[in-house]
């Protein structure tokens, strides 16, 4: 089992940045890979990021790759979404996920078994 908190949402404008971090608890955390979903008004839940049990593998959807930077710290059981140069499509609710299933990160939201309860990020243009 593996629970998990995210914190970090919040207002932004266009062009700045905003970090989410999310907090595990359970001893799974440590074997299973994480990753950060949005949910846009009236869209699916979307990928956005992994990161494999180790930390060493991440994965980026295409339209965050080179402005969103993964990481997680095992001694710590967090995992970090640092987003920089925000545009207004970002606006979502990002969700913290974990999979005990697989060590690398996936894109497919039903390998996830464990989920946040989502925070809200804003983009102003």
């Known amino acids: 089992q593996v629970q998990l908190v995210e914190d970090g949402g919040g207002l932004v404008q266009a062009g700045g940045s905003l970090s989410l971090s999310c907090a595990a608890s359970?001893?799974?955390?440590?074997?299973?890979?994480m990753g950060w979903f949005r949910r846009a008004p009236g869209k699916e839940r979307d990928f956005v990021a992994g990161?494999?049990?180790?930390?060493?593998?991440?994965r980026y959807a295409d339209s965050v790759k080179d402005r969103f930077t993964i990481s997680r710290d095992n001694a710590k059981k967090t995992v970090v979404l640092q987003m920089a140069s925000l545009k207004p499509e970002d606006t979502a609710v990002y969700y913290c996920a974990a999979s005990a299933t697989f060590a690398t990160p996936q894109s497919n939201r039903n390998s996830y078994a464990y989920w946040g309860q989502g925070t809200q990020v804003t983009v102003s243009s």
């Open positions: 359970g001893r799974a955390f440590s074997t299973a890979s």
């Open positions: 990161v494999s049990q180790s930390g060493s593998i991440t």
